[in-house]
């Protein structure tokens, strides 16, 4: 599953950060590949079953240099509700982000983040052990919301998604496949080539 998505987010340096745990913890693994981050202005975390849409390297770079202190959830379906209402209008209005709402989960199939935002909200979740899930948090969607919400943080999705998440495996935290027909797990607006938006 692997190879296919290396693949698809070249030329950007890639590095496949693999984790298991029993039950399954996506928090744990998401904590992983934000530990020891390389030099960079960026880091994107991308889930293994995504599917980036063509042209994915040069538009991230494009949202990456008109975001330099907000990540970017390059992914967004049905849900969170208030997160897609405010990105159905964006769309409307030709407008390329629309803001996270506060009281939302963050979707985090594939967050770009700048990389001190990243080390920031490592260090937080790190100094504040009372996260969702107690005393096991598993998830990063609502650990990162979290943070948004407690430290008052501005989270951007793009509009249209740069990613799908076609949901043909079941999740780590034990939800069946929908095959895509579950729109809470689908991209809301897909771009089918990134370039095709300006991003600025």
Known sequence: MHGPLVEALAPLETTVSLHSSTPGNPWMGYRQ??????????????????????NFAAAAEKIAEANEDVPVCLFLA??????????????KLNQRYADVNFRDFVPAIAILWPRHKAEEMMAWTEANPKL???????????????WMRRTRQRLRVSVPSLVEHPDLVPSLIGRRAAWGKDRG??????AEDGLAYDWS
């Open 33 to 54: 590949a934000l530990t020891d981050l390389p030099e960079c202005s960026h880091v994107l975390v991308v889930q293994d079953d995504a599917r980036p849409c063509a």
């Open 78 to 91: 049905y849900l969170p509700r208030v997160t897609a209402s405010n990105a159905t209008r964006a769309m």
């Open 132 to 146: 969702p899930g107690n005393p096991n948090p598993r998830s990063d969607d609502a650990i990162i919301g979290y």
């Open 185 to 190: 797990r689908v991209a809301l607006f897909m």
